[in-house]
Nanobody, 125 residues
Framework: QVQLVESGGDLVQPGGSLRLSCVGS????????VGWFRQAPGKEREAVLC???????FYSDFAKGRFTIARDNAENTVYLQMNNLKPKDTAVYLC???????????????????WGQGTLVTISA
């Protein structure tokens, strides 16, 4: 059974940083594209960024320059590093995995096969 488990969500002050983890089990995460998405209260899910298994990364406009993604294949884990956080970044952050490539429509989230339950990030003074 495949599982993705996010962790690292917290209450952070504006301007702060946070690193989220997405740990996979039942799959070799090195073989998968991993995307991060977020959903704020009362809003639709929004794409953050995606990293294909072979390296290319794709970012939503708001994530460029502030958010990055990295893999630790030995730990079967993908990280989302978030810097210069703003109150509007408050959301539940979810990771998702699909075999090999993010694909041209990665930002819709439609083609990701596996999803985690999410971790809450709150940005507030």
């Amino acid at each position: 059974q495949v599982q993705l488990v996010e962790s690292g969500g917290d209450l952070v002050q504006p301007g702060g940083s946070l690193r989220l983890s997405c740990v996979g089990s039942g799959l070799t995460i090195a073989d998968y594209a991993v995307g991060w998405f977020r959903q704020a209260p009362g809003k639709e899910r929004e794409a953050v960024l995606c990293m294909s298994s072979y390296g290319p990364k794709f970012y939503s406009d708001f994530a460029k320059g502030r958010f990055t993604i990295a893999r630790d294949n030995a730990e079967n884990t993908v990280y989302l590093q978030m810097n210069n956080l703003k109150p509007k970044d408050t959301a539940v952050y979810l990771c998702a995995a699909d075999y090999y490539s993010c694909g041209s429509s990665w930002d819709t989230g439609k083609y990701f096969e596996f999803w985690g339950q999410g971790t809450l990030v709150t940005i507030s003074a």
